[in-house]
């Protein structure tokens, strides 16, 4: 997907006057953030769950290739093929040719970040396949042709209505004409609809939660059993998983497991967790003939060597843009890549450049709240504090702003003149609102006022210079 | 070296040296827009048992530059703040953030070990106002009045950083009169975040004017905070809507002197009527 982060600043703007938009995310506001406190509250061994997990993913970082090599060999042991792909052009072609290869005509998906992130959907539809999202958020902007807005909830910048129009204008063809209204017509109309599919697919792909090296396990979660159907019904299926999402044993993936269904919905468990290991054995009565695994690097292994490891460490939870007011203010689509919020802000820098991406780090307030709900502890502030650095080291920032910066440090390492000059500060300040006790607005000061508040006045004297006054007296 | 509140005048003879040496690191916003703030922090330590004394070589904490990336000059800043500070029992701050910002200066030195010990050694003795006189010198109860309805905003610094949260709402239980209604979302951030405000204000004004909308749903007469960045950011928004809340820092409260008026309420008129 071609990166639209350079103009964050204007995207939000237009998020914050959709009026649409804006109906969809107050919906959203509030409800993970409830379910998961809920969901946390009712776990005592919630924390050192937590602890578990960073020590399982820290382990597995280390051990990388080894764990890497282990499951691949598991997988190809289970009659599976593993491709390695370090680019996102390796990725799209290596899927790309398994299913031209197949013969196949029509492919059915599971949810998948990476494959939005690699851009599979495109590549396998300039290559003249039908492509159909089956999980219902991906399905719904698959028609209105939008990239996701959340990780784990897709379409949930759209509302009912909007949803309800997609349907009418896309379910002609199949004889559904009728405009729905209620929700639970509309999931029936989608499974209906989305039924055929699954019957008719040549190719299944999907995303992978965990890949579990002893074994060479692919495990996906879902609400809707969108991926058992996608999995199993076709002659082929495909997994596309980036490298980090490897753990050591079946053990290690319920320690993950339990930590990200509470994180992401609140949920205990997702209502389906399934597991695929190979291809259809003699006597298995389904599932697929043909069974890849797209391992995918794309800028990974670099940050495995920077100071953005921890970054891998993320199980694409959502958690943090659930509690994060900025991503709560504008919603998804205005970071302008593939994945938004906190977690989005330190990958799309990475991924495409701090000169494309330079807004993400820095539209954001370091409350810290991201961090504190973080099911693996990834210090997100930190990163983004980091990523900030990298950019001032680049000198890619507003020029103003480093020379407001070098002036503001020569201030604050000169005292007096520091004393002197907020001493002016405070008394011109306070001399100018008068009695008013406020600015309304303030030649240079723009910034502040387009924020819809005023300035409060200075009280008229420093502290420092009461304080001199008054050891002074003292004295 | 850790003195309790049951140290305050003991040992005669030197009763004077047993009280711990403060040093009051007022902060940028409070020197220059409420040295109020500085002095209820001063009147509140010493109550506390403190003797307090005010570096005049003081400045900023650097989280300007930390935030924005320029790591050498917060780390300029910071060695400014240490040699000011450093030769003291403890040094306070009435703000979660840049009280939390010196506790991160071991941070800036990572190549510098000379600096780095000396950063740890002050972030070690370095605390924000409230929980420092609840958490170390013992406080339980303040004597002071205000007979109000009152909520209050966890900045998030604090909050997160430091773990203030109870603290400030115990003293505050103590004052008299006073009656605390709690602000739904109360750990959500205002939109303050130092440049943020200013880089970001359409993305601000949102969450501001979000909070004000809970501030007033409370229909307390006040609000309190300990971080005076974030009540500059609410009480703008407040006076923007026209609304009656008044802004003041929790300290002021608890001193017993939010007698003045509050963050960008008109002035008194000299003389008075």
């Known amino acids: 997907m071609e990166p639209l982060s350079h103009a964050f600043k204007e995207r939000s703007v237009w998020a914050l006057q959709d009026e649409t938009l804006q109906v969809a995310l107050n919906r959203a506001k509030d409800g993970f953030a409830v379910k998961r406190a809920k969901a946390v509250g009712a776990l005592p061994e919630f924390e050192s769950l937590r602890d578990r997990a960073v020590d399982i993913k820290n382990h597995t970082l280390e051990n990388l290739d080894h764990y890497l090599e282990r499951y691949a060999d598991a997988v190809e042991r289970s009659g599976g093929k593993v491709h390695w792909a370090s680019s996102a052009e390796d990725a799209r072609r290596i899927v790309v040719e398994i299913c031209q290869a197949s013969g196949a005509r029509m492919i059915t998906k599971g949810k998948s970040m990476v494959g939005e992130e690699v851009g599979v959907n495109g590549a396998l539809e300039e290559a003249g396949f039908e492509v159909v999202e089956t999980d219902l958020g991906e399905y719904i902007i698959q028609l209105a042709h939008e990239p996701p807005s959340h990780i784990i909830v897709p379409a949930v910048h759209k509302t009912r209505g909007q949803i309800a129009d997609l349907f009418h204008q896309n379910h002609q063809k199949y004889g559904l004409t009728r405009k729905l209204a209620e929700v639970p017509e509309m999931v029936n109309e989608a499974r209906q609809v989305l039924r055929d599919k699954y019957l008719a697919a040549d190719v299944g792909i999907t995303g992978a939660n965990f890949l579990i090296a002893e074994s060479g396990t692919s495990v996906i979660v879902t609400n809707e059993g969108n991926g058992d159907l996608t999995c199993s019904l076709p002659k082929v299926h495909i997994v596309t998983a980036g490298i980090e999402k490897v753990v050591p044993t079946a053990e290690d993936a319920s320690t993950l497991l339990r930590l990200l269904g509470r994180s992401a919905t609140g949920q205990d468990m997702t209502t389906y967790t399934t597991f695929t290991t190979g291809p259809k054995r003699s006597g298995d009565t389904d599932g697929p003939e043909e069974y890849h695994v797209v391992l995918i690097d794309n800028g990974r292994t670099t940050m495995l060597g920077d100071q953005f490891r921890e970054m891998l460490r993320c199980i694409r939870c959502g958690a943090c843009m659930n509690h994060c007011p900025v991503y709560g203010a504008i919603g998804g689509h205005a970071y302008g890549w593939v994945y938004p919020g906190p977690m989005g802000s330190v990958l799309t820098p990475l991924a495409v450049g701090l000169k494309e991406a330079g807004n993400l780090p820095n539209a954001c307030t370091l409350n810290g709240h991201c961090a504190e709900v973080c099911p693996v502890r990834i210090p997100l502030p930190d990163l983004l504090r980091t990523l900030r650095h990298r950019e001032y080291q680049l000198r890619l920032g507003l020029k103003p702003m480093r020379w407001g910066l070098a002036a503001w440090v020569w201030f604050t390492t000169h005292p007096r003149i520091y004393r002197m000059g907020t001493r002016v500060q405070a008394r011109m300040l306070a001399l100018l609102a008068g009695r008013k006790g406020r600015f309304r607005r303030m030649p240079l000061a723009g910034s502040w006022f387009r924020g819809g508040r005023d300035l409060p006045a200075p009280q008229g004297e420093t502290f420092m210079a009461v304080w001199q006054r008054r050891q002074r007296g003292k004295g | ?273």
Not at chain 2, 28 to 37: E, H, K
Not at chain 2, 155 to 173: D, F, N, V
Not at chain 2, 177 to 191: Q, R
Not at chain 2, 202 to 218: C, F, Q
Request: hydrophobic residues 40%.
């Open chain 2, 1 to 273: 070296m850790n003195p309790g509140a049951d140290s305050v005048g003991a040992g005669a003879g030197s009763g004077a040296d047993a009280r711990p040496r403060v040093a009051l690191f007022v902060t940028c916003l409070a020197n220059i827009y409420r040295p109020n703030v500085g002095l209820a922090a001063v009147a509140l330590l010493e109550r506390a048992g403190c003797t307090v004394e005010v570096p005049l070589t003081q400045t900023c904490c650097g989280q300007p530059s930390y935030n924005n990336g320029d790591l050498d000059g917060a780390a300029k800043t910071a060695r400014q703040t240490i040699e000011a500070f450093e030769d003291f029992d403890y040094v306070v701050a009435p703000s979660g953030s840049c009280g939390g910002m010196l506790r991160d200066f071991p941070r800036l030195f990572a190549s510098e070990p000379g600096w780095q010990q000396r950063a740890r050694a002050m972030a070690e003795k370095t605390y924000e106002l409230i929980s420092f006189l609840t958490d170390i010198r013992g406080m339980t109860s303040v004597d002071a009045a205000y007979p109000h309805r009152v909520t209050y905003h966890d900045s998030c610094h604090g909050l997160r950083a430091l773990g203030i949260k109870e603290q400030p709402r115990r003293l505050l239980g103590t004052v008299r009169g006073l009656e605390l209604a709690e602000l739904a979302d109360s750990e959500i951030c205002c939109g303050f975040g130092g440049t943020f405000c200013v880089k970001y204000p359409e993305i601000s004004g949102r969450m501001v004017s979000d909070k004000a909308a809970a501030i007033n749903a409370t229909e307390a007469e006040v609000l309190l905070g300990g971080d005076l960045g974030c009540l500059l950011n609410i009480a703008g928004r407040l006076g923007r809507e026209g609304g009656r809340v008044r802004v003041y820092h929790v300290a002021e409260v608890l001193a017993g002197m939010a007698d003045v008026p509050g963050l960008g309420d008109p002035r008194q008129p000299k003389g008075g009527s």
